[in-house]
């Protein structure tokens, strides 16, 4: 079993930075990889990037060059950095561990634990 915890949400402005942070204890050692999908109310959850047991990193087309996902190993840390903020961005972030089949990295059925989600507010 996996635990995620999310942290670091909030509201900024416009073209601003921000920084989440999800915390993973239990068996994460079983996950091949760990992302980070935001939805909106009425929307499908959405991947945004996505990290593998390598280090290799894809994100979606909407956040690429604005954000970053990284993962500190030592402290089973999982991070993205958010730059360049739009109102779009606007939603609830959720952190994801699982272990998605190829091109599958960004749909919420290829993974197999959620954290709570945090708030990010763009305005």
């Known amino acids: 079993h996996v635990q995620l915890v999310e942290s670091g949400g909030g509201s900024v402005q416009v073209g601003g930075s921000l920084t989440l942070s999800c915390a993973a204890s239990?068996?994460?050692?079983?996950?091949?990889?760990m992302a980070w999908f935001r939805q909106v109310p009425g929307k499908e959850r959405e991947g945004v990037a996505t990290i593998d047991s390598d280090g290799v990193a894809d994100y979606s087309a909407s956040v690429q060059g604005r954000f970053t996902i990284s993962k500190d190993n030592a402290k089973n840390t999982l991070y993205l950095q958010m730059n360049s903020l739009k109102t779009e961005d606007t939603a609830m972030y959720y952190c994801?561990?699982?272990?998605?089949?190829?091109?599958?990295?960004?749909?919420?059925?290829?993974?197999?634990?959620w954290g709570q989600g945090t708030q990010v507010t763009v305005s």
């Open positions: 239990g068996n994460t050692d079983s996950m091949h990889c």
């Open positions: 994801a561990a699982g272990s998605p089949y190829g091109g599958d990295w960004n749909k919420a059925y290829a993974y197999n634990y």
